[in-house]
C-alpha cells in the first residue's frame, strides 16, 4: 500500500533545513575574489582622433601576496576583443598593484572601441577583469584625404573618405623634388561608412610627397584627390648610423629592390635605430625603441617582429624578454614576454621552461633548467598566422659533461623553438635538450666545434645566465647557438641554423598540433660538416661546407635554391688541421653561398660560393634577388683604420658558369646583424 510522505514541519526542523541549505551553499559557492580592480584609467578623455596616443593605466589590489599580472585586450567596433599585450607583472606600491603603461595607438578605423584589462594572481590563479569604452572619431570628415604626421617623422598617417562596398583601395605616393619610385602600399578591402587608413612609410626626411588613393573595383581604378605631405627631419636626439658608398649601383645592379631594412646593432656606448636606406645610404625609415632589440623579420601585412629588452616575470632579467609586433610608426600590435610563455609551456611538459627565479638552490642541482630570453629570431610565415621563436634556456649537467675539466657541475645554455598561435598562445615546442640523444638528434657531449663559452657578464653573444652561480664551473657552454628559423612550406617543416655545430638542421613539425598534424620535433637530417649530407664539390673546393653560418633560407617560397651566409669561423679558425669529415686549409674569407638540395640523396650542390673579400666574424645574411643576383651581409668586420667592427651590404652579380661573382654594391655600414633588399616598405621577401 502507497502512503504520502508527512509533509508536516515543525519550526525546529524548518530552522535545521535552513543552517544545512546555507552551509551546502558556502562549501559550494566558488572561493570570494582576492583580486579587485580600483581603476582602469585612460590618459585622455575620450572621444580622441584617430591615431591618438593614449596611455591606460591599471590599478587593483590583492589579498595573496602575489604578483598580480596585467593582460591588455581591445577590440574594433563590433569585433571581438583581441589580445595586444599579454600578462605581465605589475609594480606593488602602498599596497596597491600598477600595471605596466599600456600605450594604445588606433589607426585602422574610427568608431566605439572596447579596452579590456585581465588580472591574474598565478599563484593563486584568482583572475578579474574591466572592460571601458572609448570614442575614436575620423581624420577624414569631408570628401577629401587628409594626411597626418605620427610620432616618427618619416611616417605619415593617411585617411581617405570610405569606398564602396566589394572595392579596395590603397595609396600611392611619391616625392615631389627628387627622384625616387613611386611606392604603393597594400591594398585593403573597403567597408563604408568608415574611412580608409593607411600608414605611409618609406619616405626620406624634409622632403615633400605627393600622396593619392586608388580604389580598385572588379579591376577599374579610380584615382582620388591627390594631397601633400612633407616629412620631418630626422631628430637631432637620436643618433643615427652613417654609411659609405664603396661600390655604387650600376646598371647591373638590381634597383628594382632599392630599399634596404637593417637591423643595426647597438655596439660599446652607442645605440643605433633599426633603420632601412636606399642603395646609397640615405635613410628612409627609423625605429628608435630606446632599448636593446632584434629585428627579426619584417611581414607582408605592413608589420614587423621585434625582441626587446624590458620588464617581465624575473625582476633580475630584462634583457629581450619581450616578443614585440609593431606597425611602422613604432606602435605596439601585439606582445608577449617570456613570464607568460613560461606558464604555457611548463604545463605542456617542458621541463626546461621554468621561470629562473624559481630556481633558488645555491649551487642549482644537476638537472635543473630553465628559460632565460628571447633571442635572434622570430619568424610568421606559418599557416594561420602563427609565429615561431628562439628562446635561449640552461640546464645544469654532471661534472665532466663536454670535456670541462673544473670537476664540477656544468650550465650548458641550448635553445628551444615556441610555435604561438594568431593570439600568441603557445601551441607547440622544440627543445633541443629533449633531443639530445645522439645521432640523428643532437648529442650533448658533442661540444661547439670552436669551443665557444658564455661568461656571467654582459655578453653580445650570450643570453643572461640564471643559473652561472657559486660551485658551477665558471664558463658555461654555449653549445648550440640557435641563431635563424626559416619556414619549409612544401613539407611543413621548420629548418633552424646552429652556428657553433656548423649544422643547419631540418625539424618535423608537420604544422604543429594546430592543424591536426603529427609533428614529432625529431631532426630529420643535419646539414654541414659531419651531417648528414655530402657535398657535391664540383670545383674541388678544400673547405666546401660552410661553417658557423647565418640566415639560411629555401628561396622561390620554397623551391630552392637554398642561401645562406657562410661566416667561415671554423674553416678560417683551423687552419691547415684535417680530423676525418673537417678538411684542412681553413683559411680565406666569408662566403655568400647558394645551394641545390637533393633530400632523397642527401646531396647539396653549389651554385654560387663567392668569396667576399672580408672576414665576417659573427652575423649576417643571405638573399636572392628578384633580377638573380644575390645580396649578402658580411658582418662583424673588424676595420682596421675605424678601430672598430663594421659590416658590409654586397650585391653579387654571378659569373656564368662558375661559382663566383662580381660585387655590383658595396657599402660601408655600421655593425649590423641582418638586412633584407625590398622593392617597397611593403613587399618584403618571403624567406
Known amino acids: 500500500m502507497l502512503t504520502h510522505p508527512n509533509t508536516h514541519l515543525t519550526k525546529t526542523s524548518v530552522q535545521q533545513l535552513l543552517r544545512l541549505a546555507g552551509l551546502l551553499a558556502v562549501l559550494c559557492a566558488p572561493s570570494l575574489a582576492t583580486v579587485q580592480i580600483l581603476s582602469l584609467t585612460p590618459s585622455l578623455k575620450s572621444p580622441q582622433l584617430l591615431g591618438t596616443p593614449v596611455t591606460w593605466t591599471v590599478t587593483a589590489t590583492d589579498s595573496n601576496p602575489g604578483p598580480l599580472t596585467f593582460q591588455f585586450n581591445a577590440a574594433l567596433p563590433a569585433q571581438s576583443l583581441a589580445l595586444v599585450k599579454d600578462f605581465n607583472v605589475g609594480t606593488l606600491a602602498a599596497g596597491a598593484w600598477t600595471s605596466q603603461p599600456f600605450v594604445w595607438v588606433p589607426t585602422m578605423v574610427e568608431g566605439t572601441y572596447k579596452i579590456q584589462v585581465v588580472i591574474k594572481d598565478f599563484a ?99 584615382a582620388g584627390t591627390p594631397v601633400s605631405f612633407k616629412t620631418g627631419a630626422l631628430p637631432r636626439s637620436i643618433t643615427f648610423p652613417s654609411y659609405t658608398v664603396k661600390t655604387p649601383a650600376g646598371a647591373q645592379t638590381d634597383t628594382a629592390e632599392w630599399v634596404i631594412l637593417q637591423n643595426v646593432l647597438e655596439f660599446g656606448a652607442t645605440v643605433f635605430p633599426i633603420v632601412a636606406t636606399d642603395l646609397s645610404g640615405n635613410i628612409i625609415w627609423y625605429y628608435n625603441p630606446n632599448q636593446s632589440i632584434f629585428l627579426t623579420r619584417p611581414l607582408q601585412n605592413g608589420t614587423m617582429l621585434t625582441i626587446q629588452a624590458g620588464p617581465s616575470w624575473d625582476p633580475a632579467l630584462t634583457q629581450l624578454q619581450l616578443l614585440d609586433q609593431i606597425d611602422f610608426a613604432g606602435n605596439i600590435v601585439k606582445q608577449t614576454n617570456i613570464g607568460v610563455l613560461s606558464q604555457q609551456l611548463v604545463p605542456m611538459g617542458a621541463t626546461d621552461a621554468a621561470l629562473c627565479n624559481t630556481i633558488t638552490a645555491v649551487p642549482p642541482p644537476i638537472g635543473a633548467a630553465c628559460i632565460d630570453g628571447f633571442h635572434h629570431d622570430a619568424i610568421q610565415t606559418l599557416p594561420n598566422g602563427d609565429t615561431a621563436v628562439l628562446v635561449a634556456i640552461e640546464r645544469i649537467f654532471p661534472p665532466g659533461t663536454q670535456g670541462d675539466t673544473t670537476g664540477l657541475p656544468v650550465d650548458i645554455v641550448g635553445d628551444m623553438i615556441v610555435v604561438l598561435n594568431s593570439s600568441w598562445q603557445v601551441i607547440w615546442y622544440f627543445d633541443t635538450f629533449q633531443h639530445a640523444t645522439g645521432a640523428p638528434q643532437l648529442d650533448i657531449t658533442r661540444p661547439a666545434v670552436l669551443g665557444e663559452t658564455c661568461s656571467a657578464g654582459a655578453s653580445t653573444d650570450c643570453p643572461p645566465l640564471s643559473l652561472l652561480t657559486s660551485g658551477i664551473s665558471p664558463l658555461a657552454k654555449d653549445w648550440l647557438h640557435a ?145 638573380g643576383n644575390y645580396s649578402f651581409l658580411a658582418s662583424f668586420v673588424f676595420l682596421l683604420s675605424a678601430r672598430n667592427y663594421v659590416s658590409y651590404p654586397i650585391e653579387i652579380l654571378p659569373t656564368p658558369g662558375t661559382l663566383t661573382g662580381t660585387q655590383v654594391l658595396n657599402i660601408l655600414a655600421p655593425l649590423t646583424y641582418r638586412i633584407w633588399r625590398m622593392p617597397s616598405m611593403y613587399a618584403p621577401p618571403i624567406t
Open 124 to 222: 593563486s590563479g584568482e583572475t578579474t577583469s574591466k572592460t571601458a569604452s572609448f570614442q575614436v572619431t575620423p581624420l577624414a570628415t569631408g570628401s577629401t584625404p587628409v594626411v597626418v604626421a605620427t610620432a616618427n617623422p618619416l611616417v605619415a598617417l593617411f585617411s581617405a573618405p570610405s569606398c564602396p562596398a566589394g572595392s579596395s583601395m590603397a595609396v600611392r605616393f611619391q616625392p615631389t623634388s627628387r627622384s625616387a619610385p613611386a611606392v604603393t602600399t597594400l591594398f585593403s578591402k573597403c567597408h563604408p561608412p568608415t574611412t580608409m587608413n593607411f600608414e605611409i612609410a618609406g619616405m626620406y626626411p624634409s622632403t615633400e610627397y605627393q600622396m593619392v588613393a586608388e580604389t580598385d573595383t572588379a579591376g577599374t581604378f579610380t
Open 483 to 627: 641563431n635563424a628559423l626559416y619556414y619549409w612550406p612544401q613539407d611543413e617543416d621548420i629548418v633552424f641554423s646552429s652556428r657553433n655545430q656548423d649544422w643547419v638542421m631540418k625539424i618535423d613539425y608537420n604544422n604543429g598540433v594546430q592543424s591536426g598534424g603529427l609533428g614529432t620535433g625529431n631532426i630529420l637530417w643535419r646539414m654541414g660538416p659531419c651531417g648528414d649530407f655530402t657535398f657535391n664539390n664540383i670545383d674541388n673546393d678544400p673547405w666546401p661546407w660552410f661553417s658557423h653560418q647565418h640566415e639560411p633560407g629555401i628561396e622561390n617560397s620554397g623551391a630552392g635554391p637554398l642561401t645562406v651566409f657562410d661566416n667561415g669561423n671554423t674553416r678560417y679558425s683551423k687552419p691547415g688541421a684535417s680530423t676525418g669529415c673537417m678538411p684542412g686549409l681553413g683559411t680565406g674569407d666569408s662566403r655568400g653561398m647558394s645551394l641545390t638540395v637533393d633530400e632523397s640523396t642527401l646531396t647539396v650542390t653549389p651554385v654560387l660560393s663567392v668569396d667576399l673579400g672580408v672576414q665576417a666574424l659573427g652575423d649576417g645574411s643571405a638573399q636572392l634577388l628578384s633580377n
